[in-house]
């Protein structure tokens, strides 16, 4: 091949043909051009396994589909949503990339970037609780990447520590968009398309199926099944609360009796956390989703004083990860 793979989607093959005239083939890249590595992990419809680009040499993670599990379970829908999701998604360093995707007789592979790091759920158990320093780090990183998720019309609706990830550097990597809601596409929206109708209709976009994971649903998804951006701000205090202390804010003995103390707004402080971390917290855990703070409202509050956002977030070393001592 004389073309190097850039991590194209295709490959051109340059062959001769009878006569020797050169002739460029195109060739959709296919599970042949990876050697497959270890299971980096299970999911309920698929497996993720490290691969490498046998030309590049590039290393990625690949999530295999299986056809027949994904009929037989009804989600055709969520493969479509992911994709079409993770398409939109393209230029953001804190959402995993999605390079290219094939299929083969049995199975749907999505390429995407490889998160060494694993969770944060995963460190943050280590650790048990992060200190200030590494809760702004992280918690800036996650609200950086919801922000553009938000600005191209993506609402996650299933945001928890499981689903954020961590690369070789430990910088986020949010993923998991299969249960994403996709609003029409602000970039579409231009004045003259007529689609940019009453905002009510962007803005609270109506879910009658879908529901998060119990300790992080907005209570409005619990009592009229509207998701909405702001529902993804209310999962984002859920997460700054647990990285502080080690813990989600609404956890019951079982999903209804969480379901309660959500719809309650039942939950305590530890002692001693910082108190423009619970300001911060308590404005985030509003009960109605029009008074939550949103994306820049945070990125303003004191809590996040000094820290930067944009480009220069995504060049900062990660700190060492410490648990959080009370003053
Ligand atoms: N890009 C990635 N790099 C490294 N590990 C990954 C990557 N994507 C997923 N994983 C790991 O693989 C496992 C399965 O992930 P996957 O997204 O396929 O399923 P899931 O969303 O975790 O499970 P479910 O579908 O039940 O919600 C997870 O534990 C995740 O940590
Ligand atoms: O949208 C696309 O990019 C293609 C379009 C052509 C195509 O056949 N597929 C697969 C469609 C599909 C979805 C679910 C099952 Cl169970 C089987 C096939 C789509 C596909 C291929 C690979 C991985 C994901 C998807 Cl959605």
Redesign the pocket.
Known sequence: EDWKDRGAAVIVKKEVDASGKPVYRTVKKGVQDFSFGRI?????????Y?ATDRQSLKEY?I?VLEKKHIIKEKKVKYVNIEKNTLNRLTDHPGI?RLYYTFQDEQSLYYV?????G??LLGILKRTGTFDVECTRFYGAQILDAIRYMHSRGVIHR?LKP??V?LDENMHV?I??F?TAKLLPDPRDLSADSGLSGPLSLQGDSRSASFVGTAEYVSPELLMDKSASKASDLWAYGCIIYQLLAGRPPFKGGSEYLTFQKIVNLDYDFPPGLPPSARDLIERCLVLEPARRLTTEHIMNHEFFDGQPFGRDLWRTKAPRLRPYVPP
């Open positions: 980096l992990g299970e999911g309920s419809y698929s497996s993720v490290l993670a999530k995993v995407l970037d490889l998160c060494s694993g969770e299933d499981e689903n990830l990597k993923t998991d299969g």
